[in-house]
């Protein structure tokens, strides 16, 4: 869903760590939330794609040229129908966007009222599986579709301990989590409403589960985020994201470094 709630209550104090999406974590820190990011996932770039519905004539991305692409404005799926738009030698201003929420995406997609969507599991999954949605393109290629482990400032530094044990734990279960898809997929049913043959199609697919030390391509691929968002105007201003990079974890790989020399 939207990371909005969880950016506004990281703003507002109320959680002291949370965990999100490379396009949430950029839009974050553009509004100015002192923040430091302290673990992101691995890649899930089959979790995230654009669909037609089965009888649409749009066969390729070209095709979308002049047409209603439907998801969430700020989002990781806005990031990328960009992508996908120039790596076929269109621009952003040969679509007509059209900003949804996952819900309101998935009733304006099974109505007929936008031509593609852009949207990432376990919806994605609910289209293909209930609304007879096609794939034009998913992830690869275009986006790594990561997710961070962003915390407040004053509480990492504070608690660096704690954090670790938070990164700790969040890999042991995501771990399990990618080993056992179908378990998670009877676990979540319930929650999310879903069918469980559903969830197994998006738990087949997902692994941006877990949490790992920051990696630098992981910031890497956060800053195009930012940069294509700035360019865009979805953020205010232009950012640095390794500018958030936890610096105790930064101490410790230096640390490492030195003792391996």
């Known amino acids: 869903s939207s990371p909005t709630p969880l950016i506004e209550a990281l703003g507002a104090k109320s959680i002291d760590i949370g965990q999100t999406s490379d396009a949430g974590m950029v839009t974050a820190q ?46 990781i799926a806005q990031y990328l129908v960009t992508q996908a738009l120039e790596k076929s030698g269109l621009s952003y201003s040969d679509i007509k966007p059209v900003f949804l929420l996952p819900p309101e995406g998935r009733a304006a997609f099974e109505q007929g009222s936008i031509d593609a969507w852009a949207i990432w599991d376990p919806y994605l999954a609910a289209a293909e ?44 279960v995501g771990d399990w989590a990618i080993e056992h898809p179908q378990k998670v997929a009877q676990l979540l049913a319930p929650e999310l409403k879903l069918d469980v043959s559903t969830l197994e199609l998006a738990e087949s697919r997902k692994t941006r589960y877990g949490a790992q030390p920051i ?47």
Request: proline share 4%; net charge positive.
């Open 129 to 172: 599986k209930e609304s007879q949605a096609r794939v034009l393109v998913n992830g690869e290629g275009l986006t790594k579709f990561r997710e961070f482990y962003i915390a407040s400032r004053p509480f990492a530094q504070e608690n660096p301990e704690l954090v670790k044990q938070i990164i700790t734990e969040a890999q042991v």
């Open 30 to 75: 553009a509004a100015g939330i002192d923040l430091v990011t302290v673990a992101n996932s691995r890649p899930s770039p089959k979790s995230l794609a654009i669909v037609v519905s089965s009888d649409s004539p749009v066969q390729k991305i070209e095709d979308l040229k002049g047409k209603k692409i439907g998801f969430n404005k700020g989002s």
């Open 215 to 261: 990696q630098s391509e992981a910031i890497a691929e956060a800053q195009q985020v930012a940069n294509k968002f700035y360019q865009l105007k979805l953020i205010p201003k232009e950012i640095q994201t390794e500018k958030i990079v936890w610096s105790n974890q930064q101490q410790a790989a230096s640390t490492k470094k030195k003792v391996s020399n």
